[in-house]
């Protein structure tokens, strides 16, 4: 992580620095679910994503490898070569 997530200010500012993003997907009636928004209390939820967007990520090396393998075979697969499936 190069720095972290903005901590979120209110349902539309927050996380990103580059690209605006909203604390949940609103559909249809927004209208509506954005007052839900505005008189509610949702400090508590914004907490813990801030908390969430302050975890350093790590690379699971097993599935990393078994990806990596995946996409070796596929290619080998797509030329027309012969893949021995056993080792």
């Not at 949940?24 to 954005?34: G, M, N, Y």
């Not at 008189?39 to 078994?66: A, C, E, H, Y």
């Not at 990806?67 to 499936?85: A, E, T």
Request: contains cysteine.
């Amino acid at each position: 992580m190069i720095y972290c997530p903005m901590p979120w200010k209110n349902f539309k500012i927050g996380s990103y620095y580059l690209r605006q993003t909203q604390i949940s997907k609103i559909v249809p009636d927004h209208k509506e679910a954005s007052s839900l928004y505005e008189f509610n209390d949702v400090s508590t939820p914004m907490k813990v994503l801030d908390l969430l967007g302050q975890v350093k990520w790590r690379i699971n090396k097993r599935v990393l490898d078994v990806s990596l393998n995946y996409i070796h075979i596929s290619s080998l697969n797509m030329f027309g070569l012969m893949v021995d499936k056993k080792g």
